[in-house]
Nanobody
Framework: QVQVVESGGGLVQAGGSLRLSCVAS????????MGWYRQAPVKEREFVAA???????HYGDSVKGRFTISKDNAKRTVFLQMDTLKVEDTAVYYC??????????WGPGTQVTVSP
């Protein structure tokens, strides 16, 4: 069973940057597609970015050009570099396999708060 631990969230001003990390176990990153997702208050969880075994990437429309997903297979870690953050990026960010839905097991996530 895949287990993940997300970290790197925090409070940042609009226009700033954060880098999230996700350490995954129970999965071989080199062979797997992984994704970042987020859930804002009173909203459903939404897709943010994905990276595939061949290192191709895919982004949600709201983060294209601002966020970059990457991974280090040897360290079992997936990263999300978030630049030019906006207030509307405020959410709890989760890492999981891609694709994933509410039937998957989810980690605790990491809170990102962007202030005006």
């Amino acid at each position: 069973q895949v287990q993940v631990v997300e970290s790197g969230g925090g409070l940042v001003q609009a226009g700033g940057s954060l880098r999230l990390s996700c350490v995954a176990s129970g999965i071989t990153l080199a062979d797997s597609a992984m994704g970042w997702y987020r859930q804002a208050p009173v909203k459903e969880r939404e897709f943010v970015a994905a990276i595939f075994s061949g290192l191709a990437t895919h982004y949600g429309d709201s983060v294209k050009g601002r966020f970059t997903i990457s991974k280090d297979n040897a360290k079992r870690t997936v990263f999300l570099q978030m630049d030019t953050l906006k207030v509307e990026d405020t959410a709890v960010y989760y890492c999981n396999v891609f694709p994933a839905d509410e039937s998957n097991s989810w980690g605790p996530g990491t809170q990102v708060t962007v202030s005006p």
